[in-house]
């Protein structure tokens, strides 16, 4: 939550904080000195930003007692050697020592006179220019994006809430709290590698245009969209109000091309829906809390109101809504109140700051019923406006409990288009109670039950959402009893499985603003429509009197088609109490029996139980627990066993096919109607990994001849050339690799347009090899000598993948000598001689041909002959290195293709997946004939091991051998080996540190079968 930058009453913080955001020059502060000039063409960064964040921190930040300036250094670093893969700083438990090393060099830090925020930002600056003046790559990143991490690493020491954005995503923030642009009014998305049009909205430069659904946007002013990011395109159609841009189609339908030309206008994104749910009753649902949000709701409820006539009561929408700017949340509040607190905020030392009071106006909501649903991701704003209503005795809550962020943040404009979102204060509800990491309580809690025929879930409900309370860093609440719903509904959710034979749905963003919400498929609308329905109170105690008999209805009538869903797959969930006591036997089986299972297979679970009794148990069930999510809440109903009886229950578990090695326990607990449960079984699960494909490529340029165009044929590229790259990529590892794709990314010049800048390769056996071929067009506009491109090789199952930046010379035009076609043996007269992708000894080498080889040539220009390659390309020879020759009984051959670009290879000594400690060692070696430059290894998101040869770049053979730190459970270990070329080779597995099940499901986890 964080305040609107408008200067309104209400606006949070006042005065001062306004002063900061629009009018810098006038506060004076020891970093005001230095908010013009944050970096310069000097060589050394100057690193100045950290200063003026850290000012304003000691100035606003809600909570002083969580300044710690020692842990700030250390998170700041932390997030500086995550992001430098040759950095490692290491931190000492039992010492105030900190050690940087990189390129070679090592700095140690004392952090034991660090006692302010100013002592820290010293030892920061001066690790930064250390960083900077000895790590290897000195340019990438750039210094500004190696000062932003450090800076989200110390305010991630604060909060959870408290960033910087970079330019670029705070120019996209803006966007979502003001909830306008300018823009063309249409939702985009990539299908099929196509940037294409999902939506557009009426009334709109795009929908008046008459662009459609389905239509690829090609080019947008004369750049190819071809993989372009969503992001960077998205950017592209936006801009200022009344400027035009030049859109290029292609449509399905005609299958032709069209150019358009649309001017820019402001576009609203909505925040604020409304329907009718019939007999004077509305629906209105908010999304979020932006600039408009209190007058658009205004709006809707007047277009309610001319629907229905008087409105008989209101279903507020607040799932999902994450909150927003705080004076409309507090507008909104108004709204539905004459009187009564809506919100209290305390800024630093809980000091009272300001409260929010509800004023009367002839316009306000104040004689129907409320009734507001809300969700774990009911947040911030959501929140305010769930605790006013509810506390003022004006609304009924439904749903679940909110997500309990209970905290505001401000947002200050930082002077080279960055911005900081600090925490600036906290709220309290109308009862000053904290809903920090608590939540606001529904009055009516739904709890979803899905019945399936691959799953049942009978408790799972809404447990498993992440709340305030999971995040890192997460401020504390002040003490207090989370409120318990007054009543419970457990209802049937139509499972989401797919009907048999059902494709694919077309791929539209979930939450579309632009898109009304189908009431009809919301089961939670349904019910809450019954029970609005049933009362005509505007109190929301009278309210829940009213309600009291319907909703009985409804938990007798879910309750029953519950149970008669589970009677339809065979299980008896009716209750009762046995004269004799039964006596439950359980037992766990695993198929495979070898308690091994291979990624992307299925592991399959079965528990039974036996009543060795007379007696009878009653709604019997299990739930397992463990730490892997695959494992974890897979729920057993087996229900009602007669005597002498037994009864099984299966869980078929599909194990993706980009599973990592690891070990896996499980326990399964149990629970009966009447408390007559067996022991807890336990399990283990051994997942191995598939191997894994490595990709090698090698890269040439051949001129295309298109629209009438007439290669010359040398492999060299000119202005106003069409290019394709052939790229031939090489499966240099163990495993196959079956779903992968090559694409080029990142052109680094607009005047080079992609034509084609991706294809499937096609499944690849280990050491077998494929060429894909690309398409680029160089404009003869292009007034760069050279650019660049990232290619990119990925496997799109197993998330293996290569990247390399590729950079292409640009030679003026000129009229290549002609080729004469000739049909010649050629004998290799010099040892190493290199076959060249293009007639030039600064093309790439396709081949190292050795003395003696006997080749055909099929053209020459004078120094050159050029020859067929095995990937149907084009070489060139130096003409000084061959000699005609009649000697055929040497035997022409075909020369095989060079592989140019090869990454390091990683082998590890026997993994450890399992550890009985919090440390494991971890060795191997990587090879690269290039040389490695360093390896690293990485456990979680910390780096924990760094080996950078003294001659880095010329060793071919790197053993390493670490004592690695563990955090109880899975630790995801990732070991990353970069070579001499920039290649990067990674390999991950999982090991468990000790035996550590998920909390929540154990002794104090009871589930309620009803």
């Known amino acids: 939550m964080y305040p609107s930058p408008r200067n309104s009453p209400r606006t949070l913080p006042i005065t001062i904080f306004l002063l ?15 908010l013009l000039d944050w970096y310069s063409d000097d060589a050394v960064a100057k690193y100045r930003l950290s200063g003026a964040v850290c000012s304003y921190v000691e100035r606003f930040y809600v909570d002083h007692d969580r300044i710690h300036p020692r842990q700030m250094l250390t998170e700041a670093l932390s997030w500086t050697e995550r992001l430098l893969p040759s950095v490692l700083v290491q931190t000492s438990e039992s010492s105030d020592m900190v050690d940087i090393f990189t390129g070679g060099a090592k700095r140690t830090l004392s952090t034991s006179r660090i006692e302010t925020l100013d002592d820290m930002l010293t030892l920061l600056k001066d690790s930064l220019l250390f960083i900077q003046t000895n790590r290897p790559e000195p340019n990438e990143p750039k210094p500004s994006d190696i000062e932003y991490a450090a800076i989200n690493g110390i305010l991630s020491d604060l909060d959870p809430h408290s960033v910087l954005f970079p330019p670029k995503e705070y120019k996209e923030f803006k966007i979502g709290t003001s909830g306008r642009f300018g823009g063309l009014g249409m939702v985009v998305g990539i299908r099929d590698m196509h940037l294409t049009v999902i939506s557009t909205i009426e009334g709109t430069p795009a929908h008046k245009t008459g662009l459609k659904s389905g239509d690829k946007i090609m080019q947008i002013d004369n750049e190819s969209t071809v993989n372009m990011s969503l992001f960077d395109a998205v950017n592209k159609l936006r801009g200022a109000p009344d400027t035009k841009v030049t859109l290029l189609l292609h449509r399905d339908k005609t299958a032709k091309e069209e150019t358009i030309q649309l001017k820019r206008e402001i576009i609203a994104l909505p925040s604020v829906e409304s329907q009718s749910l019939g007999e004077g009753y509305g629906y209105i649902r908010i999304r979020n809390f932006q600039e408009d949000t209190a007058d658009d709701l205004d709006r809707q409820i007047k277009h309610l109101s001319s629907e229905t006539g008087k409105i008989k009561g209101i279903v507020l929408d607040m799932r999902n809504n994450s909150g927003g700017l705080l004076d409309q949340a507090i507008k909104v509040s108004d709204k539905f109140l004459d009187n009564g607190i809506i919100v209290v905020t305390t800024g630093p030392g809980k000091r009272r700051r300001e409260v929010e009071v509800a004023k009367e106006s002839e316009d306000d909501l104040l004689t129907c019923p409320i009734i507001i649903l809300i969700d774990s991701n009911s947040a911030s704003g959501a929140e305010i406006v769930a605790a006013a209503l509810k506390e003022n005795n004006r609304a009924v809550l439904v749903g679940d409990r909110t997500f309990g962020k209970g905290t505001v943040q401000q947002l200050i404009d930082m002077a080279d288009g960055s911005a900081l979102k600090l925490t600036v204060a906290k709220y309290l509800t109308p009862l000053y109670r904290d809903i920090q990491t608590i939540g606001v309580s529904p009055d009516i809690s739904l709890v979803p039950v899905i019945v399936g025929k691959k799953d049942i879930y009978l408790v799972k409900g809404n447990s498993g959402a992440l709340r305030e309370s999971d995040m890192e860093g997460h401020l504390y609440g002040s003490p207090g009893v989370q409120e ?18 059902e494709g694919e749905t077309e791929d539209v963003k979930p939450d579309d603003p632009y898109k009304s919400t189908d009431l009809s498929k919301d089961p939670q609308i349904q019910l809450v429509k019954r029970l609005i329905k049933s009362t005509t109170s505007s109190r929301s105690e009278e309210m829940l009197e009213d309600m009291r008999a319907t909703l009985e209805e409804l938990k007798k009538s879910e309750e029953e088609r519950i149970v008669a869903a589970l009677n339809e797959h065979g299980i008896d969930w009716s209750e009762g109490k046995s004269p004799a006591a039964p006596k439950p036997v359980a037992t766990l089986s695993l198929n495979p029996a070898s308690e091994k299972v291979t990624a992307g297979e299925k592991a399959t679970v079965t528990i039974n139980v036996t009543n060795e009794s007379n007696g009878t148990l009653y709604r019997m069930f299990a739930i397992s627990e463990s730490k892997n999510p695959l494992l974890d809440k897979l729920e057993f109903p087996l229900g009602r066993i007669e005597g002498g009886t037994s009864k099984s229950y299966s869980h078929e578990v599909e194990i993706p096919k980009s599973a990592l090695d690891r070990s896996d326990e499980f326990v399964v607990k149990f629970s009966e109607a009447n408390g007559h449960i067996p022991k807890d079984l336990h399990g283990n699960l051994i997942t191995e990994a598939l191997k894994r494909p ?3 490529y090698t890269y040439q340029i051949t001129e295309s001849g298109v629209d009438g165009y007439k290669p010359s044929d040398d492999g060299l590229i000119q202005r106003g050339e069409h290019i394709d790259l052939l790229v031939t990529v090489k499966n240099v590892g163990e495993g196959k690799s079956t779903k992968n794709v090559v694409t080029l990314r990142e052109l680094s010049d607009k005047e080079v347009f992609v034509e084609k800048g991706s294809q499937e390769i096609g499944e690849l056996a280990p050491g077998e090899s494929k060429t894909v071929s690309l398409r680029l067009h160089v404009r003869d506009s292009i007034e760069a000598n050279e650019f660049t491109v990232k290619l990119v090789v990925t496997d799109l199952t197993l998330g293996v993948y290569l990247t390399d930046k590729l950079t292409f010379p640009v030679l003026e035009t000129k009229e290549s000598p002609a080729l004469t076609d000739m049909s010649k043996d050629l004998l290799v007269i010099r040892d190493e001689t290199p076959v060249y992708g293009g007639r030039s000894t600064d093309s790439p080498v396709m081949n190292v041909m050795k003395k003696g080889n006997v080749f055909k040539a099929n053209g020459w220009v004078p120094g050159w002959y050029r020859i067929k390659l095995s990937n149907d390309g084009w070489g060139w020879v130096l003409a000084r290195d061959v000699h005609e020759t009649d000697e055929s009984a040497y035997g022409a051959v075909t020369p095989e293709l ?21 440390r494991t060692v971890v060795s191997g070696s990587v090879t690269d004939e290039s040389g490695v430059k360093y390896v690293y290894i990485m456990v979680n998101n910390d780096k924990v091991y760094l080996n950078t040869p003294e001659k880095a770049g010329e060793i071919r053979k790197l053993n390493f051998k670490a004592e690695i730190p563990l955090e109880e459970g899975p630790n995801t270990v990732t070991i990353i080996a970069r070579d001499a070329s920039d290649l990067v080779t990674t390999r991950s597995f999982i090991t468990s540190a000790k035996t550590a099940l998920v909390k929540g499901v154990g002794e104090d986890y009871a589930p309620e079968i009803r």
């Open 694 to 696: 490595e990709f090698a």
């Open 484 to 501: 318990e719903p007054l009543d419970t509904l457990r209802y049937l959710k139509a499972s989401e499985e797919p009907s048999e034979g």
């Open 898 to 918: 060079h592989v140019q670009r090869t990454p390091p290879i990683i082998k590890m000594e026997h993994p450890p997946y399992l550890s009985n400690t919090l």
């Open 20 to 34: 900061v955001v629009l009018s810098l020059a006038i506060i004076v502060n020891p970093c005001d000195a230095f």
